[in-house]
């Protein structure tokens, strides 16, 4: 039986993937006069700030130093804060809110499990924080496809993973809540192979499949 259903951010409730993009795409040109490829976006979803920056730098074979990717990813992160800042409620995905409805109904726990240090302002953005009982702080825990992250919203209620489900739009994101011992649901247009269940957009989970996969019928 489902009591905690932890949500990530980005693909999920919102989608900042292109804000990303772009600051990391203004940051590379600037500094080392490259063109991102957007191939490379899909490996940059999902996780952390310092591992996206990672990605990039290695695909283009850029060694800096520590200190160096530090300050590149803080004034990347200055440049995706001016996009995300007008962000209001216009911006959930559709059907965000109808299965926030349909979880604060049955009395489930949901959690943010976000790896964006940036989560707590956009969930205030696009008013969404009244429906969420928890939020992660990804700051000392390891980046998704490490499962710490959906482990913890467990721990901090005290439930156990298996009454526990993750929602998540990118391949790493899914790859952790499988390592949590948790029910996973893909959403969006990625494949997501390893996902329990997969789906483009909350509105294709019907009341019926909503009251399988909470019993943990769903199998
Ligand atoms: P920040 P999610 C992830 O969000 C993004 O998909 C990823 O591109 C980003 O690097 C990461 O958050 C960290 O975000 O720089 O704001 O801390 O999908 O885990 O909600
Ligand atoms: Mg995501």
Same mark, same amino acid.
């Given at each position: 039986?489902?009591?905690?259903?932890?949500?990530?951010?980005?693909?999920?409730?919102?989608? /900042? /993937?292109?804000?990303?993009?772009?600051? !990391? #795409?203004? @940051?590379?040109?600037?500094?080392?006069? @490259?063109?991102?490829?957007?191939?490379?976006?899909?490996?940059?979803?999902?996780?952390?700030?310092?591992?996206?920056?990672?990605?990039?730098?290695?695909?283009?074979?850029? +060694?800096?130093?520590?200190? #160096?990717?530090?300050?590149?990813?803080?004034?990347?992160?200055?440049?995706?804060?001016?996009?995300?800042?007008?962000?209001?409620?216009?911006? $959930? @995905?559709?059907?965000?809110?109808? $299965? =926030?409805?349909?979880?604060?109904?049955?009395?489930?726990? $949901?959690?943010?499990?976000?790896?964006?240090?940036?989560?707590?302002?956009?969930?205030?953005?696009?008013?969404?924080?009244?429906?969420?009982? &928890?939020?992660? +702080?990804? /700051?000392?825990?390891?980046?998704?496809? &490490?499962?710490?992250?959906?482990?913890? #919203?467990? *721990?901090?209620?005290?439930? *156990?993973?298996?009454?526990?489900?993750?929602?998540?739009?990118?391949?790493?994101?899914?790859?952790?809540?499988?390592?949590?011992?948790?029910? #996973?649901?893909?959403?969006?247009?990625?494949?997501?192979?390893?996902?329990? =269940?997969?789906?483009? /957009?909350?509105?294709?989970?019907?009341?019926?499949? !909503?009251?399988?996969?909470?019993?943990?019928?769903?199998?």
């Amino acid at each position: 039986m489902i009591k905690l259903v932890i949500f990530d951010m980005d693909g999920v409730l919102t989608s /900042t /993937t292109h804000e990303h993009f772009s600051a !990391w #795409a203004s @940051l590379f040109k600037h500094h080392f006069n @490259l063109e991102i490829d957007p191939l490379l976006e899909v490996k940059t979803k999902g996780v952390s700030r310092l591992e996206s920056l990672k990605v990039l730098l290695d695909h283009y074979g850029i +060694d800096i130093n520590e200190s #160096a990717r530090l300050s590149l990813a803080q004034e990347k992160n200055i440049a995706y804060q001016q996009l995300i800042a007008q962000f209001d409620e216009s911006k $959930c @995905l559709p059907g965000v809110i109808e $299965c =926030l409805e349909v979880l604060k109904r049955r009395k489930i726990l $949901c959690a943010l499990g976000s790896a964006s240090k940036n989560g707590p302002f956009l969930l205030k953005a696009i008013k969404l924080e009244k429906y969420f009982d &928890y939020v992660v +702080d990804p /700051t000392l825990l390891r980046s998704k496809p &490490y499962p710490d992250i959906f482990l913890k #919203a467990a *721990s901090h209620f005290g439930i *156990s993973p298996q009454d526990c489900l993750g929602i998540e739009d990118a391949e790493a994101g899914i790859e952790a809540i499988k390592r949590a011992g948790m029910f #996973a649901i893909g959403i969006g247009p990625e494949q997501l192979n390893q996902a329990d =269940l997969k789906v483009k /957009t909350f509105p294709e989970i019907s009341q019926k499949l !909503w009251d399988e996969i909470l019993r943990g019928k769903k199998e």
